[in-house]
């Protein structure tokens, strides 16, 4: 039972290069959440989604999109990324009428 | 926005004594949840309160709740140098979806 496994780790990408970050739950959670952790800010969220097939925008969703492929698999994708989002991003899911959230290991993003 | 703030940001103290942290939050709720992050790693749920309880205990862990006050504090009595980590308090959000929303956290270093 893996629980929430992120891919990848770490990665360092140019200015407007793209990429997308993995994120699968073995749970059968119907949410997961998409983070983001900056130094002094907490974590902050980018997108979520309650169920599969559907997406919603957190508090910051600019320079991100997202997909719910299945129940499994939730994915972040940065279009053309900036510096502004050198972070570490965390995938988070919960069960439905729980309330406890169950946290991947993190990606540390490097936008140079 | 953030709806838990961790008080204090920083917190350092010797192994054997007790660690304070206080979470105050905006709007009501229905349960209040502690949760700690390891250097590096994503964060693990630690204890939850609702909102009928005042205090609960875990292990060496005591979370009281005052909702008049909207305010929570997590104490760690007899602390090791093993819970150095960050705790991070976290809350439902506001609106119809349950969106774990957390706070800036506090950095609690435990000195062997």
């Known amino acids: 039972n893996a629980g929430v496994t992120q891919t990848p780790k770490f990665q360092v990408l140019k200015t407007g290069q793209s990429m997308t970050l993995q994120c699968a739950q073995d749970?059968?959670?119907?949410?997961m959440y998409w983070y983001r952790q900056d130094p002094g800010m907490g974590l902050r969220l980018i997108y979520y989604?309650?169920?599969?097939?559907?997406?919603d925008k957190g508090e910051v969703p600019n320079g991100y999109n997202v997909s719910r492929l299945n129940k499994r698999e939730f994915s972040l994708r940065l279009e053309s990324a900036a510096p502004s989002q050198t972070s570490v991003y965390f995938c988070?899911?919960?069960?439905?009428?729980?309330?406890?959230?169950?946290f991947g290991q993190g990606t540390r993003l490097t936008v140079v | 926005s953030q709806q838990g703030e961790e008080d204090p940001q920083a917190l350092s103290i010797q192994e054997g004594e007790n660690a304070t942290m206080n979470c105050s939050y905006k709007?009501?709720?229905?349960?209040l949840q502690w949760y700690r992050q390891n250097s590096g790693r994503g964060l693990v749920h630690l204890i939850l309160?609702?909102?009928?309880?005042r205090e609960k205990h875990s292990g060496r862990l005591r979370v009281t709740l005052d909702t008049s006050k909207k305010s929570s504090s997590l104490l760690i009595t007899a602390s090791r140098a093993a819970d150095t980590a960050s705790y991070f308090c976290?809350?439902?959000?506001?609106?119809?979806?349950?969106?774990?929303?957390f706070g800036r956290g506090t950095s609690l270093i435990v000195h062997p």
């Open positions: 988070a899911s919960r069960e439905t009428g729980g309330t406890e959230a169950f």
């Open positions: 749970m059968n959670h119907n949410s």
């Open positions: 989604s309650a169920s599969e097939g559907t997406t």
């Open positions: 709007t009501s709720i229905n349960n």
């Open positions: 309160i609702r909102s009928n309880e």
């Open positions: 976290a809350t439902p959000g506001s609106g119809g979806s349950y969106i774990p929303t």
